[in-house]
């Protein structure tokens, strides 16, 4: 298994915190919101573990990493420079894909989403069922819920629809960024991208994958 953390966007919502440090690198409970999610993502066990960043935040990154010190930890730096020329998250995991040769089980997710939660249980239903899994949670308000990624589901679980900041949610059901794919479902993203779709958000590629 190998994980990729998307880390590229520029956070410029967030000024002045981050007009010369990634959100990723803020700290929270005394330590950078990515600690916080690779003590999760350790727990997985995987082979390696790659964070994609952008042109702007690559030495922060990579001076952060010296001091972390994790031996299969990879900082790659997509060469991009503002948001007009950016890959988009699924344009990053791509090149992740291609210069990493990955050809394994994927794990996907933000690295400044901070959960309380383990992903052990999310990977044992991966395991179990061998397709894809997407972490989600229960936000119980529309209007939240317009603003982020929204899942509909059976009486099994299975995702049946997926949309990307829909402007009238069908419910209240929101992706956590958190994506389980088996290894022979990493090409499609290849495949989707091919296709002339949107490379911006995950979302979009789950879409198309129903």
């Known amino acids: 298994m190998e994980v990729i953390i998307p880390s590229a966007g520029y956070a410029t919502r967030l000024y002045p915190l ?35 960043t952008n042109d702007k935040f690559a030495s922060n990154f990579e001076d952060w990493a010296k001091l972390y010190k994790h031996p299969d930890l990879h900082v790659i730096n997509d060469k991009t ?23 394994d089980d994927l794990v996907i997710l933000a690295g400044d989403n901070l959960f309380n939660f383990s992903l052990i249980d999310a990977h044992t239903v991966f395991v179990e069922h061998g397709k894809p899994v997407n972490a989600a949670f229960d936000i119980g308000n529309t209007a939240h819920a317009r603003h982020l990624g929204v899942l509909e589901v059976d009486h099994r679980n299975h995702i049946t629809a997926f949309q990307e900041k829909p402007e009238h949610p069908k419910s209240t059901l ?11 479902h990493v090409p499609l993203i290849s495949e989707y991208l091919a296709q002339g779709n949107s490379p911006d958000k995950m979302g979009h590629f789950m879409e198309w994958l129903l």
Request: proline residues 6%.
């Open 81 to 103: 420079k503002s948001n007009d020329d950016r890959l988009g998250q699924i344009g990053d995991i791509q090149l992740v894909i291609d210069t990493q040769k990955i050809d």
């Open 18 to 52: 981050t007009i010369d440090r990634p959100k990723h690198l803020l700290e929270v409970a005394g330590k950078p919101i990515l600690e916080h999610v690779l003590d999760k993502v350790k727990e997985l066990g995987p082979r390696r573990i790659h964070l994609v």
């Open 174 to 184: 929101v992706s956590l960024g958190i994506y389980f794919f088996p290894r022979k």
